[in-house]
């Protein structure tokens, strides 16, 4: 018997008697909450396969029974503390900011840290400013044009209340020169021609600068200079110990030179500042109060609190967040790598369900709600963390069930045709808890899976809402009566073509019964025995329906 058996079986059943089939992303979750760790999940991944088919395969009787056998090892799920845990030193109406560079548009890994500090806004009444954070950035990080658009749509996605209007950095330049220039003739800055190499030698061998012994007003005259110099020429570099512990703290760039072109403001500029000095001149001025950033941004958030200290600020209480790795997601979460294939032509563009996208999430039919949710749910974990990207679907799942019309889709379809045709109209309840119904006309041509055509040709099957049939291609009708013993198959007739996009990119083909071509664009619903999608709309060309899929 392999580990969680028990379990196992009663969230499969469990599963299956709400939902009429037990799917396997749904039970993993549960799991946790009995101890699976995650170096058992390739033990028992299988065998949660194995028992969703063994269980599918059951008449509704027998599950029945076998729940009240399975149902003591259900744990209820350990309430947990409302809401987010409190901040320190949280005065009146708190200022807090998400400063994302605009490199692409938010994944759902950056987007956690933007919205707890949105979230805790909320909580506090405060104030959340959106500022893009578009310096020059690096060759390797460049800003991509459609991201001033992409950013804020996301957030209003998310129905995140930020101050009006948008902060650019690339509007503040002139700011940080001033700072800058205070930095400068305070002796806490200087300019530094030496290379790269040279640089790195120094660092590891401790040694001072020989840019760092010019007086300040020949400091100030190579601080002009840089402003007509080439790339590369000139840094500005900030003084501290050369016996700090981390080499990589010791005399930190503050600004360089780059000769690339913005795309807001062209090449007015050329002397652009560091993310963590600008940070650091802009949350002192803005009067931001609390930081909720990365853990990866660490040397960064020490960088800043020398700065605060160099011109006597107060500091703002920077809280740092680990890691978390949503298990289930194919690739690395990458705005540059998604830059990459969306220019290249790769990917159909920044809601491509490959790029885990805020817009492709929505895309999909992830709720806001649901988002806001599951990152509250997350809150303010201080080590790195795993958690199943089902744990999100399982949310948005509770969401959606209360108002998601069910219609038949038949993936990878066969046709059938019955010898008798018992009724020529049914009339099928759009959800079990509506008292709306549907109408579905008959013919004797009938679509099934493929999948379940070849595991249960020539035996007795029933059509769901129908009647029991012999399945064959040629099917023979047997009764109209309900027996609980039968396998119960979704079926189409008189159906539409129908392509699913499904989260790797690929499409899913098939025939959805014709009451969905009466959706509306964005209208999300249930296809019974397949998952929760959303629908795109109809193809000009093809006349096929398009749908992109949520989850089971």
Not at 1 to 17: H, R, S
Not at 39 to 54: F, T
Not at 72 to 97: S, W
Request: with cysteine.
């Amino acid at each position: 018997m392999v580990k969680f058996e028990n379990e196992i079986y009663a969230y499969v059943l469990e599963n299956a008697l709400l939902y009429e089939k037990a799917i396997e992303s749904a039970v993993l979750p549960k799991l946790f909450q009995h101890g699976l760790e995650k170096q058992d999940i390739n033990v028992v991944m299988p065998r949660i396969k194995e028992i969703v088919k063994e269980v599918n395969s059951f008449s509704e009787e027998k599950r029945n029974s076998m729940f009240e056998k399975y149902k003591e090892y259900i744990k209820e799920k350990q309430k947990q503390e409302e809401g987010l845990k409190e901040l320190p030193n949280v005065k009146a109406k708190p200022i807090f900011r998400m400063a994302p560079f605009p490199s692409g548009t938010l994944h759902i890994g950056n987007m956690k840290t933007y919205l707890l500090n949105a979230l805790y806004a909320e909580k506090y009444k405060g104030k959340t400013l959106l500022v893009i954070d578009d310096t020059i950035g690096s060759e390797e990080k460049q800003i991509t044009p459609e991201a001033y658009k992409l950013i804020p749509e996301a957030f209003n996605f998310l129905k995140v209340k930020y101050s009006k209007p948008i902060l650019y950095k690339s509007d503040r330049l002139k700011i940080y020169y001033e700072y800058a220039e205070k930095m400068i003739q305070s002796e806490n800055a200087y300019v530094c021609s030496c290379s790269q190499e040279k640089l790195r030698e120094n660092r590891i061998k401790q040694v001072e600068c020989g840019c760092r012994i010019y007086p300040v007003k020949e400091q100030m005259k190579r601080w002009k200079k840089m402003f007509k110099a080439k790339q590369g020429s000139y840094i500005l570099r900030i003084k501290t110990s050369m016996t700090y512990p981390d080499p990589a703290f010791r005399d930190r760039v503050l600004f360089r030179i780059s000769d690339r072109k913005h795309p807001r403001v062209g090449k007015k500029y050329s002397v652009w500042p560091m993310l963590e000095f600008s940070w650091a001149i802009d949350d002192h001025l803005l009067n931001i109060t609390h930081i909720i950033r990365g853990k990866e941004l660490m040397i960064e958030g020490k960088m800043q609190k020398y700065i605060w200290d160099i011109f006597k600020w107060k500091h703002p209480e920077l809280i740092y967040v680990g890691l978390v790795q949503l298990e289930g997601i194919k690739g690395k979460l990458s705005k540059s790598k998604s830059q990459k294939e969306v220019k290249s032509g790769e990917y159909i563009g920044w809601n491509d369900p490959r790029t885990w996208s805020v817009q492709s999430l929505e895309q999909r039919g992830i709720l806001a709600e649901s988002l806001r949710e599951f990152v509250e749910k997350i809150g303010l974990n201080q080590n790195e963390i795993s958690i199943p990207v089902d744990e999100l679907y399982a949310i948005n799942r509770k969401h959606l069930d209360k108002n998601a019309d069910r219609y038949y889709f038949v993936e990878n379809p066969i046709m059938i045709s019955l010898d008798i045709l018992p009724v020529g109209e049914i009339e099928v309840k759009i959800h079990p808890e509506k008292d709306k119904t549907r109408k579905i006309k008959l013919n004797k041509e009938i679509f099934v899976q493929n999948s379940d055509f070849k595991e249960l040709e020539n035996k007795e099957v029933r059509l769901m809402h129908l009647c029991n049939i012999l399945l064959t291609k040629k099917a023979r009708y047997t009764s109209s009566e309900n027996k609980p013993e039968l396998r119960k198959i979704h079926w189409v007739s008189d159906g539409v073509k129908t392509r699913i996009m499904m989260p790797d990119g690929a499409y899913s083909f098939g025939i959805a019964e014709s009451a969905v071509k009466k959706l509306k664009p964005g209208a999300i619903i249930q296809f019974e025995r397949f998952g929760f999608c959303r629908f795109k709309g109809i193809d000009k060309k093809t006349k096929e329906l398009e749908f992109w899929f949520a989850h089971n």
